[in-house]
């Protein structure tokens, strides 16, 4: 058993290769490529689980962490981020020793890589499902032919295709609502590819963790990204992408305070380790994780009542059921699920499994 | 002026020594100890700016950094967290070398560190004055009293007083409000301190940014242990306790994209740089920063129009005044002032100072 007497990530990784694994042959079956996100884990320890799985293609959301990766042995990397045209002499090198794929999205970027780009790319276009965040929109078929006819004047710029996140999903909370996201992003894809995919080479790459989860339909996709789904968290069991049962790590916490008039224990938890983000409760109340048991090997479900109500920088604030609160004391440790694993194994940089084993990560 | 590539935190030294100074000269005039509480910048290098300025006493959030600053020279240290029983060998050590404060709110964790400490140690009892995070309630006499009577069976074990941290000031946004909360925290501080000062050796500990920016009357304060005053950030621009010219340091960030049809900006610079706090903006919006000019060595201040909406892991999106959208484009930088120095701080571990000084901090 564990002996844990701080903040620590614990992953049971027997839940972990079963969430890979389900992934795995998901994407067999719909015959996608399958290129997870490894930005939710950083660890290369971790990526050999995947790459035992079958995994070779990955995606990542920095330079650095192309970086790390490739010095792991990763040689097919996409940069899903809009490129960073600062870093050119970093994607130069990159780009000289393995498959690098990266993103554009304005005739700005194209012409500061067209200047400087030394090593052959693949260049995808981003595409703006409706998400809002960055992209072209799907309709701007004017700006997408500008982007496109710049290709070919710089030899090592090869047009692979349109990526696409439809991070709107993670606002919604039932399959009829994410299924009518998903379905409207890849008709729109699908549309795109018909119009552009002239060479047949058009690759479309695409998914998050929740439409990947619950969707049955990728006509018209070739790939899919998905990342959070090796741990998962609380925020994709409400959204409904997994069970409590798939969640595949906790922050393990020493309990410091147990307060009688409000049932409420304070833990050694705070925002430097599960970060601030949260789902919204029934009353409209922050939820920054659930405290489960944890004897050191295995942890319970929530119960359904406690929850993390407040975190600041090292304080964890929870809100307790009757047993639960009975159950704990000072000096006690237990496990919080956290709303949001990317961001909570971001900032915890180690890990440690069930079985005891040290995972590093490019953090470390 | 700097080149920077990626994001980074830039640190502004004359700005954040003047808050130093300012902090250091008004406890000087209510004779009050003031020990900063150093979770806000966690590095040795900005200890040795306020080592310069006459600090000898400095608060911490956890074991840890207690033992990183006691590496590099501090010996007297108050860990502001109730303590985690699980470190008392960490705790042991460090008490066997330095002067080191800890906090205590029950009979369940007095008892267990009464079996374990075997060295000098200064016990503080954490007051709630109603900011509801933790702490005994400050009308509880039978709770201070039944712990108090327990002082003596371990010799290490030395009453010292009393400590609070007035949190809800940073619900707050005017002077009024504020000054309500500190004159009742203080005058409940107060009453303590005549209850069981029978020694004449009992400090109250207090003390806030908020509180301690803004606030004259320290009437039974001994001792003050605010931190992100050293950086400050949005957050205290909004409550009032600062201007933007007193903010010390922003997050510098590469502009990935521009959105035309929304005037919108993408930068890299996400959740993991920035954190995920947030001020509340006049439509309810969360504002995760403010964009400013940066031109490798000083910036601007906000334009009360520019704020950051929205933010990814890595991704941010800046909703942008028509001046601030025309003047930027990819492959520029800009700063963002953030909306918690604190957590910021924290995960960029590493900050440069405006001359190109690279800082160092316990996370390097």
């Known amino acids: 058993l564990l002996n844990i007497k701080k903040p620590s990530f614990i992953i049971d990784k027997e839940k972990c290769f079963n969430n890979i694994r389900r992934f795995v042959q998901k994407a067999g079956k719909h015959d996608l490529i399958f ?10 320890v971790i990526g050999e689980w995947f790459r035992e799985s079958g995994v070779s293609k990955i995606a990542v959301s920095s ?7 490739a010095s792991h ?3 097919d990397i996409t940069i899903a981020m809009p490129v960073n045209p600062l870093q050119i002499h970093e994607i130069n090198e990159l780009a000289s020793r393995i498959r690098l794929n990266i993103i554009i999205l304005s005739e700005e970027t194209y012409s500061l890589l067209e200047q400087h780009l030394r090593f052959p790319a693949g260049i995808f276009i981003e595409i ?3 998400y809002n965040r960055t992209g072209l929109i799907y309709d701007e078929i004017n700006s997408i032919d500008k982007l496109l006819e710049k290709f070919g004047r710089n030899p090592f710029m090869t047009f692979s295709g349109f990526l696409c996140h439809a991070g709107n999903t993670y606002t919604k909370r039932n399959f009829e ?22 060479s047949g080479t058009t690759i479309i790459s695409y998914g998050d963790t929740p439409s990947c989860s619950l969707m049955k339909n990728f006509d018209g996709i070739d790939e899919i990204r998905p990342g959070n789904f090796v741990f998962y968290d609380i925020m994709q069991q409400q959204i409904g992408s997994c069970g409590f049962e798939d969640i595949s790590a906790i922050l393990a916490v020493p309990v410091l305070a ?8 304070v833990v050694e938890g705070g925002a430097i380790h599960l970060s601030k983000d949260y789902i919204t409760g029934s009353n409209l109340n922050n939820i920054y994780g659930y405290p489960v048991f944890f004897d050191g090997k295995t942890w319970s479900v929530p119960d359904g009542e406690s929850y993390v109500r407040s975190l600041s920088q090292e304080h964890g604030v929870i809100k307790c059921s009757g047993n639960f609160f009975d159950s704990v004391k000072p000096g006690d440790v237990i496990g919080i699920m956290p709303a949001h694993s990317c961001l909570t194994a ?6 440690i499994t069930t079985d005891g084993e040290i995972i590093g990560t490019m953090n470390s």
Chains 1, 2 share one sequence.
């Open 128 to 130: 703006d499902n409706g």
């Open 35 to 44: 290129r997870p996100h490894f930005k939710t884990h950083q660890s290369a």
């Open 73 to 75: 042995g990763w040689n």
């Open 63 to 69: 330079v650095g962490m192309a970086q790390y990766f």
């Open 258 to 265: 147990k307060h009688y008039q409000r049932n409420e224990i």
């Open 346 to 351: 971001h900032q915890m940089r180690n890990y």
């Open 177 to 198: 609502e994410i299924s009518q996201i998903h379905e409207d992003a890849i008709s729109k894809l699908k549309k795109l590819k018909e119009l552009y995919n002239t």
